[in-house]
């Protein structure tokens, strides 16, 4: 027997993993479907000189990453921010905006798998570009919150915070910003690391930064607009450039979702910087709030990134869910349905009407039913485990003892329910019977 496994941090799906699979991605499609979002796709492989131009070298080490047979570098994409950006970014001047994007796709990365967390995974990805207000924002976590419940979440919270807030705060206190990127990448990491390794971060960085940190723990610890303007105000601060202009526009984003009656998942949370360089904005976090340790969701807005890689300067903003950690949630809750094989019929017949039968099965196939029979020949009863086994709502019986070739059976499965019908008004009758 060969002991042959799939890859560490790679999985096989088999069909009833499929299942499970698809109806994710349905329930994932059809909301995206109904806020107007367009489907796309891309290669698998890209440059690696896109990827580092995002994210910096050190991602290289995060990478399925190699020299193909023409010589250049290249990688398997770890996510799609950096690849939408280059599609929109080729073609933005040819585009109607807002453009609104959605996409489901595999995506790797060369990391120690754990849980919620493997090197080959598909994410669910929205975008909004060419829209620099909050309402584009407001439509991301919308949606989002929108794919949750459709799943049957109802208990999670988005936790909502701003970078640009974090950039202007961290400016007016003195930090260059040449350290600024750096310093957020650790505070984003105060949750996990506590005070004393934060405090060792910072001091790398910059020494005097550490001066700053309780400081920098209050602020993480806002929770609302109110308490924000007094964080500001207690420190002279309220003035300073742009900042009292974006505590507006977050408290008209925090007031839009209340008016659709979303409130009572938001949370105003400045502990969520996201480590990521690219993010300019609003950001956000998606929890399930017994479960919390791992984000269901992680997005936010992404100004610059086009002009990052050599585009023209596009706003944007995005949200990516991944299919481990979700997945993982809804079998925990059993929010899952019983996802079966899905046969409409099954066509039982003897030797005499097989050919007679199979005709019958390729029309209704070709009808865009689900039709099954058996492969090798098996008496009547056998063929009807077999149709129960394979998931048929119906058995359509051909040819049994006194029913000529023009006449059918049909069997409700479920109900156990029989009755007979001409051949020529089959379609019809199948419409009817229970």
Known sequence: MCAHQPLLGFRDFYPDDQRVLNYMFDVMRKTALSFGFEEYSSPILESIELLTAKSGDEIIGQLFNFVDK????VALRPEMTPVIARMIGEKVNAMKKPI?????AENFRYERPQKGRLRAFFQFNIDIFGESGYRADVEIILLTIM???NFGLRDFVVR???RCLWTLFLSAVGIEERNLTEILC????IEREGREKTSAALNKICPHVDSLLDSIVQFTAIGSVEALKKFFEARGLLGFKGISERISELSCLIDTLAEVGVSD???IDFGIVRGLAYYTGFVFEFFDRDLASRALAGGGRYDSLTEKLGYDSIPAVGLAIGDVTLCDLLREKNLLPELKK???YFVIFDEISKNHALKLTNELRRSGFAVEYALHDVSFGKQLRMASQNGAK????CGENEYSAAVVKVKNLLSGNEAVTEESKLGEFLTTFQ
């Open 70 to 73: 023409g010589g250049r570098h």
């Open 100 to 104: 609104k994007w959605f996409n489901i």
């Open 147 to 149: 794919v949750m419940q």
């Open 160 to 162: 909502l915070s701003d």
């Open 186 to 189: 650790v505070i984003d990491k």
């Open 265 to 267: 998942c938001i949370a």
């Open 342 to 344: 899905n046969t409409d």
């Open 394 to 397: 119906f058995a359509l019986i």
